[in-house]
């Protein structure tokens, strides 16, 4: 079970796919405060990892606990409420919403109006609606988005686009957050910029697991790195120690 060093505990997991195992037998176990790289050759199982973990998909077999409650079984939306949000490996945006509009359908689930309150235009809904807004852009102005706050989604350009996504995430205020290659298809200066508001997450108490592809980025945010093959965990530990394991050089190579 978990123990207080550990905010994720992963035990055990199993993702079978008809013949295949996705993810066979890993364990986990993440600390609190820590950015956690998972990193791993094409088709290794990271994102699998990632769709277990926020429950859109019941492991085979296995375990997980956030702190020290099982989460494996629950609904996404349960397992947000729990607190873990995430990115996904493509921009999932709604294009034809503003930026801040897409922050706010992060926000909803806070309201405590009904239904009524909302057809009835009450002052409690007016006040969440202005409360959800002033925090939608709090986190717009954070993510370095503010000036965008009325522009569509379709419209930002893509670097922007990938940051409005960790906006829409942090906005159902997550004690772990979960980014599946966020800085995929980003130029250089906006990696760079990635990397600083990632730091700047982290420096708020919410711990991190990383899927990444640029090693440069992995090797200079995360704290430990755990490495999948074909499902299986096949090297964790420090970025340095880990970038120079023979069976991850060999894993990569080889593919
Ligand atoms: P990664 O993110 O490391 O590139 P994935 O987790 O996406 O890898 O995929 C791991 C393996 O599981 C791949 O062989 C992939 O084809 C397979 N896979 C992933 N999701 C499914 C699914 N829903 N049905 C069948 N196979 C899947
Ligand atoms: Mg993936």
């Known amino acids: 079970l978990a123990d207080a060093k550990t905010l994720l ?3 055990s997991v199993v993702m079978q796919f008809g013949g295949l195992k996705a993810l066979d037998s890993v364990k986990l176990a993440i600390a609190p405060g820590t950015i956690h790289g998972l990193i791993g050759p094409n088709g290794s199982g990271k ?15 296995g375990a997980v606990y956030l702190s020290q409650h099982r989460i494996d079984g629950l609904t996404p939306s349960e397992i947000a409420g729990k607190g873990i949000a995430r ?31 909302a057809v009835l235009r009450t002052p409690r809904r007016a006040r969440e609606e202005a409360e959800a807004r002033a925090r939608a852009m709090a986190i717009l102005d954070f993510m370095g988005l503010g000036q965008f706050a009325g522009t569509e989604a ?13 906006a829409r995430a942090l906005a159902l205020d997550p004690s772990l957050l979960l980014l599946d290659e966020p800085a995929a298809g980003l130029s250089a200066p906006d990696i760079a910029e990635l990397v ?9 108490g919410i711990t991190l697991i990383l899927i990444e592809h640029h090693m440069d980025v992995v090797m200079g945010l995360c704290d430990t790195v755990s490495v999948l093959d074909f499902g299986q965990k096949i090297a964790e530990g420090p970025p340095a120690k880990v970038q120079n394991d023979p069976r991850v050089i060999e894993a990569y190579l080889g593919g």
Do not use: W
């Open 9 to 11: 505990r992963v035990e």
């Open 47 to 61: 994102s699998t990892m990632m769709n277990v973990l926020t429950g859109i998909y019941r492991p085979t077999a």
């Open 154 to 166: 379709r419209n930002l350009p893509y670097g922007k686009q990938r940051m409005l996504e960790i």
């Open 196 to 204: 600083e508001i990632i730091r700047k997450i982290r420096g708020h």
């Open 87 to 117: 990115t996904f490996q493509n921009v999932q945006l709604f294009g034809e919403m503003t930026a801040i509009e897409n922050v706010l359908v992060g926000l909803h689930h806070t309201f405590r109006s009904t239904l009524m309150d």
